[in-house]
């Protein structure tokens, strides 16, 4: 889509900034209409139900997300509509030129990402939105959404990620993540962002920014789980909204929908205080009831049932193994399983193994690491397990589908994004050579 390396030079604010003020983006409009989402885990789908609940209110909702799973539109979305081409090619015209200009002024290279943060920049003010929700690349100190100047941000969670670029604990990971809030802002933490509440609490101090927590200044409570829905009871302030219904599954899901939930109310506290109590408790319900987001605990066939889960922290893939057993059973799975390359694949994978007795274990075309080696951390995590591998991803689909139809069993495709999206894209006949990610 750019003609660029994925990341730029160094740090990018500087640069950033003046290449908003090249393209003419109103910053006290960005500020004062925009959320931020960050965190380690959850960040898509609660980025998806704070923008739907928007809709649901009646405003013009912009969403900014990444990566993207089938489409590189899907980053960019009015209203729930995914930028069309003519519009992008527009645009991208625009930021081309912009950058272009501010690269030879100051001789830095910018990078892929933060030109198309740009670019969703412009296409939101050209659209009018009267609500946007970004979701951070990585961290939040050097990330371009840190230009935003958000009052409203959340981390979502926290786990160990990109540690040569957000630190090797928990504490700085959490850190660099919080410094997406403008000074005086207030930060809603996601559950297990509670182990670190004291670090947390001074971090913030002398910023001004308020934490929150889920499960703690926000009351979560009566959560119930099936698969026909989920729904919990919510408590913020005075706001006590009752048996609200979620329609993306996982037990994780509960903390993003009452971050989602929270971060809507205090924004528009902020923006549009004294609006109808009635109108807004809709809003929320219609929002959590009606998001869509593909690629978590996804049912993408009946028969054989199978299930895609894009999770690819260790904390997140736990998370989705005992949110698919509290949804679907513990039985009778066959588990097909990678890692990409970069990733701690024995870690992965180990968190998977003790849980199933069939494992099929086999490489993404994109960034997929080696099978065998796979194969080895299978055994390893489970000794008594039958391990199977397939070199590619259209192997493992014709060998999970002829198996778990033979002997009457359901697929579950686990370990990383890039091998959840091939699988369902190759089950539903398409080719996992065919999908561009960057």
């Given amino acids: 889509m750019f003609d660029l390396p994925k990341y730029g030079d160094g740090v990018c604010l500087a640069r950033m900034a003046e290449l908003l003020n090249a393209l003419r983006i109103d910053r006290g409009w960005l500020q004062r209409v925009s959320v931020v989402v960050t965190g380690s885990n959850g960040k898509g789908s609660t980025a998806a139900m704070v923008a739907c609940i928007g809709r649901a209110y009646g405003l013009r909702t912009g969403l900014f997300t990444s990566p993207h799973l089938f489409r590189f539109n899907e980053r960019i979305q009015v209203d729930g509509i995914e930028i069309g081409d003519d519009a992008f090619a527009q645009h991208k015209r625009l930021v081309d030129a912009a ?7 100051h001789g830095e290279r910018f990078g892929a990402f933060e030109a198309l943060f740009a670019l969703a920049c412009l296409y939101f003010q050209d659209s009018q939105c009267d609500f946007a929700v970004f979701e951070a690349g990585i961290g939040g100190r050097y990330d371009p959404v840190r230009l935003i100047g958000a009052r409203e941000t959340c981390v979502t969670s926290v786990d160990f990620e990109h540690v040569d670029l957000l630190g090797n604990s928990l504490e700085l990971i959490a850190s660099d993540k919080s410094d997406a809030c403008a000074a005086g802002g207030t930060i809603v933490y996601g559950e297990n962002c509670r182990e670190l ?3 947390l609490v001074e971090y913030n101090r002398w910023r ?6 889920v499960r703690d200044e926000i009351s979560v409570d009566n959560e119930a ?3 026909s829905g989920q729904h919990f009871d919510f408590q913020f302030g005075y706001h006590d909204f009752r048996h609200l219904e979620v329609s993306l599954p996982g037990t994780f899901q509960f903390n993003n929908a009452a971050i989602a939930v929270t971060l809507f109310l205090l924004w528009l506290q902020h923006e549009h205080p ?11 319900r219609a929002g959590l009831r009606n998001v869509r987001w593909p690629g978590r605990l996804e049912v993408i066939q009946q028969d054989p049932l199978a299930v895609i889960d894009v999770g690819h922290t260790p904390d997140g893939i736990r998370q989705s193994l005992a949110s698919l057993v509290a949804i679907h059973g513990a039985d009778d ?5 990678g890692a990409s390359r970069d990733k701690r694949a024995d870690e992965i994978v180990g968190a998977l193994a003790p849980s199933f007795d069939t494992i099929i274990c086999t490489a993404a075309h994109h960034k997929g690491a ?3 080696a796979i194969a080895a951390a299978a055994r390893l995590g489970n000794s008594k397990a039958t391990i199977h591998v ?9 060998l999970s589908q002829e198996m778990a139809r033979g002997q009457n069993r359901r697929v579950y495709v686990a370990g990383g994004l890039f091998l959840a999206v091939e699988y369902g894209t190759v089950a539903k006949g398409g080719r996992a050579e065919d999908l561009d990610f960057f």
């Fill in 99 to 105: 950058i272009a200009d501010v690269s030879k002024r």
């Fill in 333 to 337: 799975w066959i588990l097909v399983t």
């Fill in 274 to 284: 004294r609006k109808a109590p009635d109108r807004i408790e809709a809003a929320i």
């Fill in 197 to 199: 509440r004291r670090h």
């Fill in 208 to 213: 001004a920014c308020t934490p929150l927590f």
């Fill in 370 to 372: 080696d099978p065998q």
């Fill in 225 to 227: 789980q099936s698969a």
């Fill in 390 to 398: 397939a070199a590619t991803i259209a192997h493992a689909v014709r």
